[in-house]
């Protein structure tokens, strides 16, 4: 897995970044066809502008009549499987556990001031991530 870089993200934007996405998602190679399919575009040959794009780019290569990823830029997310998962995710998940750790193992009889600043500072970091795995997740459309 690699960052993206200036070039690729010049390169990595609108339909050329959708059909990308569809083929590090997919579990096999796919055709021109079945990409137009999936992603509902006009005709093959805006398919294969895009593929043409991303194979000089060299984030892809051609298998016989089909593609497959060469490359897999990553940028904010982990590739599990077949899904794209933004890295936030992870961070708001281990916030929430501490907070409920906080809330439920740790807490005073009589609560305080450092308490609840601790209590306050952890949930914000959980408005964070959330806000953040929600930006990622809704820009990448994963």
Known sequence: MERLTDEDTGILKGTTLDVYRLLLTSSRPLGVREIQR???LSS???VQYHLEK???A???RREKSNYVISKALLDNCVRISRFL???YLFYTIFAVALLLIQLILLKPVIPSREYFFSTAAIALLVL?????TVRVWLKRKL
Do not use: A, D
């Not at 964070?128 to 953040?132: A, D, G, M, S």
């Open 38 to 40: 999936q992603l509902n």
């Open 44 to 46: 093959p040959s805006v």
């Open 54 to 56: 991303l194979e000089r």
């Open 58 to 60: 060299g984030l892809l």
């Open 85 to 87: 998962i933004p890295r």
């Open 128 to 132: 964070v991530f959330c806000y953040e």
